[in-house]
């Protein structure tokens, strides 16, 4: 399983699967759509919306491992 960590961008996440743009867009994160967020990693999103980082890596992560399986 691919493991998203703090340090991973929002482009590589994104990459990795792109059904993540419904958990960021759910959360109010719609940095998918700017072109700053191919080099901005899931710690600095999370800051600049406000939301908690490692909840959000929890999601993410939650997520990925349901659709593996």
């Not at 940095?31 to 939301?51: K, R």
């Amino acid at each position: 399983m691919t493991k998203i960590t703090k340090d991973t961008t929002i482009g590589e996440a994104l990459a990795t699967d792109p059904g993540l743009v419904n958990l960021f867009s759910a959360i109010g994160m719609h940095c998918f759509g700017c072109h700053f967020s191919a080099n901005e990693t899931i710690e600095q999103a999370a800051a600049v919306h406000g939301v908690d980082c490692d909840d959000l890596l929890e999601d993410i992560n939650n997520y990925l491992e349901y659709q593996e399986k």
